[in-house]
């Protein structure tokens, strides 16, 4: 499956982005989708994930702020972030069929990443 994000910029901390990942392929609702995000300097971490059942995960340093989402009939998947704050300045990537291991979560060997959308949180 190939994916798209698109919806980041640059908001005011406070403010709110909605982030969304458009996906190719017949195989989207069977899969588990979700976001990483990589801060300047740092390794990129999970955000969230949403399963093929829409059971959501979420990172707790955006629990509360954030919500993922996904419309399986537009093949996409969306990240709605409210309450921003600096530190969420990022590269946000999105990507397709997650597994959780432990308490840590991966894409699968034959998953697939989206190119990343750059979000930006002015004080």
């Known amino acids: 499956v190939q994916l798209q994000a698109s919806g980041g910029g640059l908001v005011q901390a406070g403010g709110s982005l909605r982030l969304s990942c458009a996906a190719s392929?017949?195989?989207?609702?069977?899969?588990?989708m979700g976001w990483f995000r990589q801060a300047p300097g740092k390794e990129r971490e999970f955000v969230g994930a949403?399963?093929?059942?829409?059971?959501?995960y979420h990172t707790d340093s955006v629990k509360g702020r954030f919500t993922i989402s996904r419309d399986n009939a537009k093949n996409t998947v969306y990240l709605q972030m409210n309450s921003l704050k600096v530190d969420d300045t990022a590269v946000y990537y999105c990507?397709?069929?997650?597994?959780?291991?432990?308490?840590?979560?991966?894409?699968?060997?034959?998953?697939?990443w989206g190119q990343g959308t750059l979000v930006t949180v002015s004080s």
């Open positions: 392929g017949q195989m989207f609702s069977r899969y588990t």
């Open positions: 990507a397709a069929d997650l597994v959780k291991f432990g308490s840590r979560w991966y894409v699968r060997d034959h998953g697939s």
């Open positions: 949403i399963s093929y059942s829409d059971t959501s």
